[in-house]
């Protein structure tokens, strides 16, 4: 009896749900998966210990995820169109036609063997690079992947002799922002600019080394 009641209940709860879910197009309902996935992993309870990543230099392959992970889920989480995925593919591919090994490098964090992060560290000029491209999927969210790519970009940017390290990103994007903060970025110009379909403001970050 009880489980004839509870399949009346979960039958009903789904028909509910798919209704809620029917009023939304297929970016809607990504975005909304997204952020789902994304609360799960704030929530969802320590395992015994932490769990285990590593960081690769890029192999071939790598750059399409990069390209995909960004454009997927900038437009779940902050519904960001198509053209922000034109945004880095075009730094993707700068990055692979001028990459200079001795100055400029990419980092993959893996996650039980599977892609779930990237950051990239590219010549500005003699003295100065740029941070690009960070992201931490959302199964990784929570594990210190992003802090650790972002040590990684630093400890390369001094060992190569760079005097400043320069980033562009985004108000919105608080957890990238606060990464950047805890490891000594500082905020040095703020503009309101019109990209990839909303209304954003840009921020550009500087650390002297």
């Not at 900038?74 to 993707?92: K, L, N, Q």
């Amino acid at each position: 009896a009880g489980r004839a009641a509870f399949a009346g209940l979960d039958d009903a709860s789904s028909r509910e749900i798919g209704a809620m879910l029917a009023r939304l197009d297929d970016a809607s309902q990504r975005r909304l998966v997204g952020c789902m996935e994304a609360i799960e992993g704030l929530l969802a309870p320590a395992p015994g210990g932490p769990t285990p990543f590593v960081l690769r230099p890029h192999q071939p392959g790598d750059m399409g995820w990069v390209v995909e992970r960004h454009a997927s889920l900038y437009a779940r989480e902050y519904g960001w169109d198509g053209s922000f995925e034109g945004f880095c593919a075009e730094i993707v591919a700068a990055f692979l036609r001028d990459y200079d090994p001795k100055r400029e490098a990419c980092w993959i964090a893996e996650v039980d063997g599977e892609r779930a992060g990237s950051v990239f560290l590219v010549a500005e000029s003699d003295t100065v690079a740029k941070l690009r491209l960070l992201i931490v999927d959302p199964k990784a969210r929570g594990l210190g992947v992003g802090k650790r790519l972002v040590e990684e970009c630093l400890r390369f940017a001094r060992r190569t002799g760079y005097e400043t390290v320069t980033l562009w990103t985004n108000d919105i994007l608080h957890a990238a922002r606060a990464i950047y903060e805890k490891a000594g970025f500082e905020l040095v110009e703020e503009e309101r600019h019109h990209s990839f379909g909303m209304d954003l403001v840009g921020q550009n970050w500087e650390l002297r080394l």
